[in-house]
């Protein structure tokens, strides 16, 4: 009964400490629960609320000109992994970047990711039409001015690592980070003259923590241990890092892009 009524203490004193700890986020990972689909929104406001162009440029984001260039694949260090640790689709991430710039009013962008699938989609409406005698002429596409390009040419694990802990009475708390860095190339091409108009690198950093606690006691002379041990690690999304930078990026090409006279702001009312 005594060791049933000790180990209820300990147990008491661990989750008493240990909760101002753990639900730093408001949640415990005990009793965290599977969260609804949320809509994704751009994570940089000067990007979104930032003023539309007087004249809006015609940009076109191909596949696989904006890719993973680092073949990095994502570290354990108990075995290996042959997931890659950057999303294999970061021109999907440009593209949202471009078409939310001040809220759409900046550029335009045009389809190329899925370009086959669109001229067979086209090509399907004109042999309709035709079978059924109706005019089989289509709006002709957009063409680009500009492209965009680039890619992901960097991704370092660990750069830096580091922690801190303390333990009194059989009481520990510790605490880990480490850090990750990912970089960004992005090109403004003209498509007239090939020219690279613009270029930028971005750097991001990706940061995770971990924290811990234990305690342990003795009991029966030090004949036997109990022991309670509990932690949660909080890492940064690669993805959401790879979207903070790509945004970064589209910022300040369009701010250069200004400097340069490649476009106007829009006037404002």
Known sequence: MEHKQLFSCLLVIFLSSG???LSENND????KKIQPSTILEIQSDELFDMPGAKQQPVVAVYPN??????????SNSSFALFSTAI???????LIRALKHTADGK????VERVGLDDLTKERQLIR?????FEQDAKLQPLLFAGLMFQGGVISYEANIQSGGLGARYLGIGNSKQYREDTVIISLRLVSVSTGEVLIETSVSKSILSTSVSQDVFRFIE???????IEGGVAENESIA????????????????IGIERGYWEYEESN
């Open 221 to 227: 002379a030090g004949t036997e241990l109990v022991e």
């Open 87 to 93: 999303t294999q689709a970061p021109e999907a991430i």
């Open 106 to 109: 900046f550029f335009k962008v």
């Open 127 to 131: 042999t309709t039409r035709k079978e």
């Open 240 to 255: 959401i890092a790879l979207t903070k930078a790509v945004e970064t990026g589209v910022l300040n090409i369009i701010k």
């Open 65 to 74: 000109s904006f890719k993973d260039l680092t073949g990095q694949r994502r």
């Open 19 to 21: 909760c101002a700890v």
């Open 28 to 31: 415990l990972v005990l009793t």
